[in-house]
């Protein structure tokens, strides 16, 4: 079965500082790996993809995440946060398997003070 | 513009009537859903499509009905609508099954409201 866990609900950190959301996944399969961010009441935007090529992947806005295979997690970094960052993340993890089965994490809302 | 859009952003209606909620994309992506996005529930699948004319239900497809007559729409409709369908709803695309690595893009949600 398919599952992904994030493992906190809320983050907060200050200006400058590094930002560590934690994902774990679970997969019968080789999956796919995202990460999304989503604004206060704006849709989802992919931040950055995990398919099976390099385990440490650079997305946009300075984030980055590396896949740990033995340790089942996809955890998101980045070295500074600035406070546009402020918003929720989500981990995703994807099979096919005849249909694209699609899991979200219940998301990490982090928070950036001045 | 080239992407998915949905309408309306913003909808109230009262319990009982029937909604529909549009969502059109410019890609040709294969495979269309339809989320919604509760407090502590985070997104869940109501239903998805892997091409035009094939339809399949997600997670919590009751009380909700979709259609897939052309590959660019994915019309969402609420046949009763009830307080409980009160949500935001996201509908999303993906390029391609084929392969893990079709991430997908959403459109910028529709707030529902049932009174």
């Known amino acids: 079965a398919q599952s992904v866990t994030q493992l906190d609900s809320h983050v907060s950190v200050s200006e400058g500082t590094p930002v560590l959301l934690r994902c774990n996944y679970s997969?019968?399969?080789?999956?796919?790996l995202f990460w999304y961010v989503q604004h206060p009441n704006k849709g989802l935007q992919l931040l950055l993809k995990y398919t099976s090529a390099a385990t440490l992947v650079k997305g946009i806005n300075g984030f980055e995440a590396e896949f740990k295979k033995s340790e089942t997690s996809f955890h998101l970094t980045k070295p500074s946060a600035h406070m546009s960052d402020a918003a929720e993340y989500f981990c995703?993890?994807?099979?096919?398997?005849?249909?694209?089965?699609?899991?979200f994490g219940t998301g990490t809302k982090l928070q950036v003070i001045p | 513009d080239a992407g998915i859009t949905q309408s309306p952003r913003y909808k109230i209606t009262e319990t009982g009537r029937q909604v529909t909620l549009m969502c059109h994309q410019t890609?040709?992506?294969?495979?269309m859903f339809w989320y919604r996005q509760d407090l502590g529930h985070g997104l869940r699948l109501i239903y998805y499509s892997a091409a035009a004319d094939i339809t399949d239900k997600g997670e919590v497809p009751d009380g909700y009905v979709v259609s897939r007559s052309k590959t660019e729409n994915f019309p969402l409709t609420l046949e009763s609508a009830t307080r409980s369908q009160t949500s935001v709803y996201f509908c999303?695309?993906?390029?391609?099954?084929?392969?893990?690595?079709?991430?997908?893009?959403f459109g910028n949600g529709t707030r529902l409201t049932v009174t």
């Open positions: 995703v993890v994807s099979e096919t398997r005849g249909y694209q089965k699609v899991t």
């Open positions: 890609w040709s992506h294969s495979y």
């Open positions: 997969s019968s399969y080789s999956p796919s």
């Open positions: 999303a695309s993906s390029e391609s099954a084929r392969g893990n690595g079709s991430p997908l893009h």
